[in-house]
């Protein structure tokens, strides 16, 4: 059984930076594509961020490109989204996904594990 648990959120103001991690347990990160969502107040789950089961691709959504950064450490089964010049827009509670099938290079929403969240508050 996947388990994905998130951690690093918090509340952060405008322009500062925050880091997440996501540790897995009960299956390897290796071989599979691991991705970052949010869900802001009142709107849908939306992709952030997306590593490749290599390490090698990696894809962002257009409104945190050139500020955030997914990388992986498969060795310690984790993940991290590195969250620079964070604005209040980025607010939301933001959860890790692991695609269900192997040798992937983006997380989709209709195929992925999903960690609890953590929860991300930009003060402007």
């Known amino acids: 059984q996947v388990q994905l648990v998130e951690s690093g959120g918090g509340l952060v103001q405008a322009g500062g930076s925050l880091t997440l991690s996501c540790a897995a347990s009960?299956?390897?990160?290796?071989?599979?594509?691991m991705g970052w969502f949010r869900q802001g107040p009142g709107k849908e789950r939306e992709f952030v961020a997306a590593?490749?089961?290599?390490?090698?691709?990696?894809h962002y959504a257009d409104s945190v490109k050139g500020r955030f950064a997914i990388s992986r450490d498969n060795a310690k089964n984790t993940v991290y989204l590195k969250m620079n010049s964070l604005k209040p827009e980025d607010t939301a509670v933001y959860y890790c996904a692991q695609d269900r099938q192997p040798f992937g290079t983006i997380v989709t929403l209709a195929s992925a594990y999903w960690g609890p969240g953590t929860r991300v508050t930009v003060s402007s």
């Open positions: 590593i490749g089961w290599s390490g090698v691709s990696t």
């Open positions: 009960g299956r390897t990160t290796s071989g599979y594509a």
